[in-house]
């Protein structure tokens, strides 16, 4: 994938602003399929904002629904010290995944719908405010996750989630981007699903055999608050969270999907909750639909999810709310 544009070239500043290009120079990468925003008023809003900052950044803006990656490796490659990813949930994923472990660090713009990762780290959703905090915040080291080989900032997920998110993409091509229209196709898609999982679970020294529709394991202590799930205190532990829903009728798990969705969900009654810093998910080796940060993608059996602690550096406010995600 080929950025459309160096967006007009790096943002021209007043001499007494310039900064030391090996130390601090910045390339946006701005998908232009991410959330509400149309791509031409957002990119106007970051150039401006890093104009009134006194600093320069290089943007480069992506074609939407544009494979992300080429561009962060290409962003890496040519040695710039802050990559930011402006988007989404899963633009953010896709950039870290590119910058873990390099050294480089990542800022954030959110763009997108939800913006879990960056309200876990009291990132300012407006572009103002989000391009401020790049120039004037903490690097701070971030734990990530992986299932095999693949990384996840908030959750990951097989069964009825990644056909959740397939129905989605279709409802917003139809009526627009909104956390309604998100609602919605959680009802529309599990109406229409089919078979449960059959699998076997290996967590903290535990092996278990489950049928289930859905797998739901996080990496976020905010997310988790937000949809009413426990398991804080695994995440600020270093362990993941992870939910499997009861094997029940097509309209049990309707109304699971509901209490997840309206934050009513509760432990025990709703979901499994196993939690552990390494846990393995084995079957006949199959591949299976997943999705990871919102992204869809298919992964054959068995699989390994893991936390990795300081794999990632992210610009951040000074004093956050929260120490934990």
């Known amino acids: 994938m080929k950025p459309i544009a160096d967006a007009d070239g790096p943002m021209q500043l007043a001499p007494s602003h310039q900064f030391r290009a090996e ?3 910045i390339c946006v ?8 925003y149309d791509t031409e008023a957002a990119a106007g809003e970051i150039r401006a904002a890093f104009a009134a900052s006194g600093r320069e950044a290089k943007l480069r803006v992506l074609d939407k629904g544009s494979d992300i990656l080429p561009a962060a490796r290409a962003a890496l490659e040519d040695g710039f010290a802050t990559i930011v990813a402006a988007g989404g949930d899963g633009t953010i994923s896709a950039v870290a995944s590119v910058l873990r472990g390099s050294g ?8 997108g719908t939800f913006n879990y990762f960056a309200r876990s780290l009291d990132i300012p959703l407006e572009i103002p405010a989000a391009v401020a905090l790049l120039t004037q915040g903490t690097a701070r080291p971030v734990r990530v996750a992986t ?3 693949r ?3 908030n959750n990951a997920s097989l069964g009825a989630y990644p056909a959740i998110l397939k129905t989605r993409e279709d409802v917003y091509r139809k009526w627009g ?11 529309v898609a599990l109406v229409t699903l089919r078979k449960p999982l059959h699998l076997t679970i290996e967590a903290a020294g535990q092996k278990s055999e489950r049928r289930t529709p859905l797998i739901f394991a996080v990496n976020n202590a905010f997310q988790l608050e937000q949809l009413g799930l426990q398991g804080r205190e695994d995440i600020a532990a270093g362990r993941l969270a992870m939910f499997i829903a009861p094997d029940t009728s097509r309209w049990g798990m309707l109304r699971n999907a509901v209490l997840l969705a309206l934050g009513l969900a509760e432990k025990d009654q709703n979901f499994d909750l196993v939690a552990a810093e390494r846990i393995t998910i084995t079957d006949s080796g199959r591949s299976y639909d997943i999705a990871c940060d919102g992204e ?3 992964m054959r059996a068995p699989y390994t999810l893991q936390a990795i602690e ?4 992210v610009i951040a406010p000074h004093a956050r709310k929260d120490d934990l995600r």
């Open 177 to 187: 981007r909104s956390r309604l229209a998100a609602y919605w196709s959680v009802l």
């Open 104 to 111: 480089v660090t990542m800022g954030v713009i959110p763009l």
């Open 151 to 153: 990384l996840f900032l």
């Open 147 to 149: 299932i095999n080989d």
């Open 23 to 25: 130390q601090e120079d």
């Open 29 to 36: 990468l701005l998908n232009g399929g991410s959330g509400k």
């Open 296 to 298: 869809r993608g298919k």
């Open 310 to 313: 300081d794999e990632l550096t």
